[in-house]
């Protein structure tokens, strides 16, 4: 099993920045990703940003040069820095941890952090 627990999120002014944690624990992966995912009212989960346990990173279209995703694989800690903040990013941003165990992916969530950004 793995535990995330996020921090950082708020009511932020448009244009204004904030910056996501997320510290994992319990089980590890060979190989993982740990990311970021957004969940606004009414619209399904999407990713916004991933990072891969050998850095790779991907980020969604949206958010491409506002948003970085950080690792500190000492603490298993992930990090996004969300700065040039729209109003459209007020979601509920939940962490996501995921690995190979056995022949499978499995994936982890934590328990969300809401963000509020006002016009």
């Known amino acids: 099993q793995v535990q995330l627990v996020e921090s950082g999120g708020g009511l932020v002014q448009a244009g204004g920045s904030l910056r996501l944690s997320c510290a994992a624990s319990?089980?590890?992966?060979?190989?993982?990703?740990m990311g970021w995912y957004r969940q606004a009212p009414g619209k399904q989960r999407e990713l916004d940003a991933r990072?891969?346990?050998?850095?790779?990173?991907n980020y969604a279209d949206p958010v491409k040069g506002r948003f970085t995703i950080s690792r500190d694989n000492a603490k298993n800690t992930v990090y996004l820095q969300m700065n040039s903040l729209k109003p459209e990013d007020t979601a509920v941003y939940y962490c996501?941890?995921?690995?190979?165990?056995?022949?499978?992916?499995?994936?982890?969530w934590g328990q969300g952090t809401q963000v509020t950004v006002s016009s």
């Open positions: 990072i891969f346990s050998g850095g790779t990173t």
């Open positions: 319990g089980s590890t992966f060979s190989i993982d990703a």
């Open positions: 996501n941890k995921g690995g190979i165990r056995g022949l499978k992916w499995v994936d982890y």
